[in-house]
């Protein structure tokens, strides 16, 4: 109550200004008043039978609504591996996708989204003031269950921001090999720095930065709206960018995904390496054959793979001192912080007008002693973090290294499973597909792949293998 | 009759990914147990207390859904029913009629209708609202307080970090029971 007689105080000595000299009194009386906390107006006495109207509260989204979405999901969840897995349906992924754009992304406005609930979950583990919503938390772990079973079937046609870019995918071109690389460690920087900001209490980024939600609201700022169209235009020629470039819930998933038993594959059968499946994938998430393939001698190698070993713990303490030098800019997100700097600001340069945040601070009655410790504790907390942020980037950037360089064989077209979105795509072109199957009934003894045995194929002579790999 | 089948030798590749895919998956186990322990009871929406609101206008600004979610609510009971409504005209108004230049409110949000001599009803239109706090701030200075700011749950998507509560400068932004979503200033029970 204090706080609102000194607010109104202030204000009424700024709106006094404006108003006639003949309202000064009742100014004056009125401060009178509202300091005993009477009204200044009596309460009419209506002669003609007035009723008072009621003070409409229009109701929030209900709980019943938010398991209905946790079971839309799951249903979703649930259709999409068969679809994937089973049906191998480029055409039900499809379908599918264009409904959960409606829903999540058109209906529920983007909210809530499995995404931006790595932040809640990290929030609430850090912070004993907060705690997660039940559903929300179902949100975090069901597609995250999904992927660890069936694979990343959530980004086939689950994610209402995958199912927007992968609907305007219409001129695929690739990206070289070594900027999807360079660019595949910005995802992990975005997670990291998610869920920093958000154990911090800091701010939510990735919701705040999330290019679409300004197209499912058809609503926004112009900057978001513009970023959004960027990153659909981008997406009309390379696969979508956010998806491979940016999403840091694609991390976890993968991690879930790399290790997943029943995973969508290229062929039904087996692999008799057609090529025809080569360039169906946008996303380059096929991993080709190499076997025949000029190798360079295995301890060249090694060596190399030892040099990255003995830089690794190098890479993770620069990471880590990087980190901690950008924890003061990361820490100018945080409000407490921003205005523990304008009052200090203040009071050393007394030219400084009052802006309404450190206005708003003299009227709260904290000292300043106690606003610059909270904001100090900001700084240390997330100094401590960049150190971790760092670091686990540092092992990023190491293991990125380890994998470029080792060379694994392998004999079969395949998807890549940890990157993989179970989108189906390569699915129509392998000639095993019950698609062309009929087409091949003369061949007889095309069996599904777990029930051949693992027969050595005699090498082949070096087969010529697309520019691409 | 039964022939003992034997078992596939691991490789040591088959092996390496099994151990990491089982340690994947017991750290996502132990993440949703830790979320599980924490769960939250009760769904939470977001609110202002128009005790501590300070009127500053930053609400019309930096919602992300636009116009606000943030919109004038009238207390009726609070209300003085006023012919010169502070929250309605400008200062100076020229006459108290609704004609255009002489409203304070820059969307003309507020509707005047007469009740009875010397009183007028004042209504506020939600879907013109932008939630600015002009008429909020004149009616705590010179009238009952009965307009206030309050967030609208019909326009309000609930983001996790409320854009506004973060650049309120008075903190009346808080996360409130779903199941009480509004901070009225007075008891609507007592109007039936």
Known sequence: MGKRLRAAGSVAARLALRWSGTLCVLVALGSVALAQDVMRFPKPEFITGYDFPRTTEP??????????????LFLCLSLASYLAVKKRSRKGIFALMMFSLAYFGFYKQGCVCPIGSIQNVAFSLFNETYAVPLTTLIFFM????????????FCSSVCALGAIQDAVLLFPVNVPKRINHLLGVIPYAYLGAGVLLASTGTGFIICRYDPFIG?????????????????LLVGVFIGRPYCRYLCPYGILLGWMSRFSKWHLSITPTKCVQCRLCEDSCPFDHIDMPNEGLDREERETGVRRLGHILLVLPLLVGIGGWIGNQLAPPLASFDHTVLVAERVLAEQQDPTLEQNIYSEAFGQEGRSQEELIAAADLVRERLAFGGWILGGFLGLVVAFKLMKMSMVRNQRDYEVNKPTCYSCARCCPTCPSDELHMPNFVALGDLQPVHQLDRVEVPKQEPAEVSAKS | MTDKVEKPKLTRMEFLSLTMGRLAVSALGAVGMLGWLRRRKKNTVWQIDPMTCVSCGQCATHCVVSPSAVKCVQSYPICGYCRLCFGYFTPNAPELTSAAENQLCPTGAIERL???????????IEDACVGCAKCVEACEVFGNASFYLQVRHDVCVNCNDCSIARHCPSDSFSQVPADEPYILKHDQELLA
């Open chain 2, 114 to 124: 007469f009740v009875e001599d010397p009183y007028w009803e004042y209504n506020i």
């Open chain 1, 142 to 153: 069901m597609p995250l269950i999904f992927a660890a079973v069936f694979g990343r079937v």
């Open chain 1, 215 to 231: 197209f499912f609201r058809m609503n926004g700022n112009a900057p978001y709206l513009l970023l959004g169209a960027g990153f």
């Open chain 1, 59 to 72: 109701a929030p989204t209900t709980t019943l609504q938010q398991w209905i979405d946790v079971l839309v």
